[in-house]
């Protein structure tokens, strides 16, 4: 089985401030871990992915997450965030290379502030 | 090349009726995911097929829920005699081979009343 959990529902930044989006999965297996952004009234965009390769994972849009094993963590990160930024962001989780069946946290809602 | 396309955007039924969303999959694809968001909710797996097989139906409710991905035409999934709870929003996601990224459509917003 596996499972996500994403670390505060809603998260306020200032414009040109860190962005930092926490999530933890668990998984049976070595995990398939994804990021993707939601605008309102819109579909999913992958922001990245982890697949087992490299551990530092660059993305769309200045976006970047690193997988931690030890931590069970796959945490979103941008240095400066930009008002365009502003989406709900969803953690997602599968097991072994079927991208298809993930499981997804509840999401988390970046407001940046002007 | 176009992306996923669902339609309709938008479904306003009433209770009892019947709720035919459907999902063309990016060309090349043949590969089929659909998922339930509700309000304030993540993403829930429902089903996943290829062309006329069902692969994975664990996340369908058992009663009133089909999913369908015939050789030619769009992928439907079927709601019959709605109720209020089914109010969400459906996505469909399709991927080339099933182990590779796969691509939202702008989902089907579903309100019953």
């Known amino acids: 089985a596996q499972s996500v959990t994403q670390l505060g529902s809603h998260v306020s930044v200032s414009e040109g401030a860190l962005v930092l989006l926490r999530c933890n999965y668990s998984s049976s297996v070595p995990p398939y871990l994804f990021w993707y952004v939601q605008y309102p009234n819109q579909g999913l965009q992958l922001l990245l992915k982890y697949t087992s390769a490299a551990t530092l994972v660059k993305g769309i849009n200045g976006f970047e997450a690193e997988f931690k094993k030890s931590e069970t963590s796959f945490h979103l990160t941008k240095p400066s965030a930009h008002m365009s930024d502003a989406a709900e962001y969803f953690c997602?989780?599968?097991?072994?290379?079927?991208?298809?069946?993930?499981?997804f946290g509840d999401g988390t809602t970046l407001t940046v502030k002007p | 090349n176009a992306g996923v396309m669902q339609n309709p955007r938008h479904l306003v039924r009433r209770r009892g009726q019947e709720a035919r969303l459907r999902c063309s999959p990016m060309?090349?694809?043949?590969?089929v995911y659909w998922y339930r968001q509700l309000p304030e909710e993540g993403l829930k797996f429902m089903v996943y097929?290829?062309?006329?097989?069902?692969?994975?139906e664990s996340g369908m409710p058992k009663e009133r829920f089909s999913a369908e991905f015939p050789k030619e035409g769009p992928s439907i999934l079927r709601i019959q005699q709605v109720v209020r709870g089914d109010s969400a929003a459906y996505f469909c996601a399709s991927s080339p081979t099933g182990q590779e990224t796969q691509y939202f459509g702008p989902g089907t917003r579903l309100l019953v009343l």
């Open positions: 060309k090349g694809h043949s590969h």
């Open positions: 997602a989780v599968s097991e072994g290379t079927n991208a298809g069946k993930s499981t």
């Open positions: 097929l290829q062309k006329e097989n069902i692969i994975d």
